[in-house]
């Protein structure tokens, strides 16, 4: 028998969804709303334009400059991700869709036609994007008259295109001959060849020579923002530029724990920095203070002999923790911290880490002494791996998690200098970064891919008051129980090959002096 539901059962069905969907759409929209972005608008069009952004609310169109846009010029504005623009080519007196009149100040010219009934204006729309670097490049005249949004991928493309359809264009008076001999088909494709590298060239030279001084620059910056960044405590975590949900759940039995926010402060081909609200549990901390304490010793650093020295670059105290894996299936915390680790790193990128043959845990402490100490516990600016811009070395670093469990009362922040992303610690937070590209395996077996070039660079800035407590677990690729961190010397190399080398060697050569 079919039960007879109530009509009000039967609408709050049919409602609930769209209106659960409209709230989390709308939830999108505000958290997107807050995404500022910096957009340059381009008059590559032979009319004078006027920008406007256009009130969502009132549709009412506000002006961005006081004065028109020439044709050539360019202009800048500060706006947020979704807004929407109105790009209006200026026609003395014509109508906007708001019902003004439009086409910048108006001149006796625009007076006079008020008196005739106006047109509409020529206008063209676009929305602000999520993309870094975006550009408005308006071109046309009246029909043809638009704006289109360009970020640099975008623009990259065009600038290939054009060269690739010049190129075409110049070869078109002796195109290749389909019918003609082999010869005369690789002399076409060579002439393609040149025309293509020499249109190329010069951009990517540019590109290079960009990039070169751009390095420099941000190199020789870094060691004043550490200093302003890390002097300043008052200053602000830099804003995210997006934030999403880790959604886990424990392999060793199922449970999924509750989302965690996830903040990303800063991404590129070869790094990316986020951070990652209550990664650690209070219980997970207690377990790791309670097996470091007796560990506890000065923290070094590496020496340019391969070994290791004290250093006031490096202030802290510091205890390795081994792994007890066995420990997990009851329920272990410090096997249950560092298994998140990891699964967080496999699932935030394309690393595909191993778990086993990875460094030990690692509890670092700061002590603050007061603000006038000329000594205070830190670490400064260094990188945890390779940051040069090298090739990837099998079994060397390539992602870090430093997770705070104890906060300071003034300093001790986790700065990038050169990526300009300052990070306040809190209790519980994580901040992870990676430093290396997308990895490809050859069909030799070799991986390959690029390190960062300095992006995460980091330091622990100098503790002042109360104490710092993080746990730091250092990432390899390529390491397995078979060759584990250990096992590679420091220029990456396995200590196994090396031996195994030798010994051929010494085999070939023996007899000979
Ligand atoms: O103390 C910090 O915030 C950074 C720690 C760090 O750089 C590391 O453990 O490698
Ligand atoms: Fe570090």
């Known amino acids: ?57 009132t549709k009412e169109y506000i002006q961005q400059y006081e004065d028109d846009l020439f044709p050539g010029a360019s202009n800048n504005i500060n706006s947020f991700v979704t807004h929407e623009f109105a790009v209006v080519e200026v026609i003395n007196g014509c109508l906007l869709a708001d019902g003004r009149r ?44 638009k704006a289109v949004l360009l970020d640099s991928f975008a623009r990259s493309t065009i600038s290939i295109g054009s060269t690739v359809d010049s190129c075409l264009d110049a070869l078109s008076e002796s195109p290749a001959d389909t019918c003609g001999d082999q010869e005369s088909q690789v002399a076409y494709a060579d002439k393609v060849k040149e025309c293509l590298t020499n249109g190329l060239m010069g951009t990517l030279q540019g590109l290079n020579d960009d990039l070169r001084d751009e390095k420099k620059i941000r190199k020789a910056m870094a060691p004043l923002i550490e200093d302003y960044t890390c002097g300043n405590d008052n200053l602000n975590q830099t804003e995210p530029m997006k934030t999403t949900d880790w959604r886990y759940s424990r392999p060793s039995d199922g449970t999924k724990e509750k989302p965690r926010k996830v903040e990303i402060m800063f991404s590129n081909h070869a790094a990316e920095i986020h951070v990652i609200q209550d990664f650690i549990t209070p219980e997970e901390c207690q377990a790791i203070e309670e097996v470091s304490k007796p560990l506890m010793h000065r923290a070094s650093v590496a020496s340019e002999d391969g070994g290791s020295k004290f250093s006031p670059n490096r202030k802290a105290m510091q205890a390795g923790i081994k792994v007890d894996w066995a420990k997990e299936v009851n329920g272990d915390h410090i096997a249950r911290l560092s298994r998140r680790v990891f699964d967080y790193t496999n699932d935030h990128s394309d690393l595909n880490l191993n778990i086993d043959g990875q460094e030990d845990i690692m509890a670092i402490h700061y002590f603050g002494r007061g603000k006038n100490d000329t000594e205070p516990d830190r670490y400064m600016p260094h990188c945890d791996g390779d940051c040069e ?41 994580a901040t992870w970064f990676k430093y290396v590209s997308s990895l490809d395996t050859l069909p030799n077996g070799d991986v390959v891919g690029v390190m960062d070039s300095g992006f995460t660079q980091h330091s622990g800035c100098p503790v002042l008051e109360g104490e710092k407590k993080i746990v730091t677990q250092w990432m390899r690729k390529g390491v397995s129980s078979d060759e584990p961190w250990n096992s590679f010397n420091t220029m990456g190399v396995s200590k196994k090959k090396v031996a195994k080398l030798l010994e051929s060697n010494d085999k070939e050569n023996e007899g000979w002096w």
């Open 1 to 57: 028998m079919r039960v007879q539901r109530p009509p009000t059962f039967f609408w709050t069905r049919r409602l609930a969804f769209p209106v659960v969907f409209g709230f989390f759409c709308l939830l999108l929209l505000a958290q997107a709303k807050d995404v500022k972005r910096k957009i340059r608008v381009r008059n590559s069009s032979p009319s004078l334009l006027t920008v406007y952004w256009v009130n969502p609310n």
């Open 102 to 145: 439009g086409g910048g100040k108006l001149s006796a010219k625009h007076l006079k036609s008020k008196k005739k009934s106006p047109t509409l204006c020529n206008e063209s729309r676009f929305v602000v994007g999520e993309g870094d670097d975006q550009v408005i490049l308006v071109t046309g005249k009246g029909e043809d008259f």
């Open 389 to 429: 811009g090298d090739e990837f070395r099998t079994g060397t670093r390539v992602a870090t998690m430093v997770i705070y469990c104890t906060v300071p009362t003034a300093g001790g922040a986790t700065n990038f200098a050169q990526s300009n992303i300052h990070v306040k610690p809190k209790v519980g937070s």
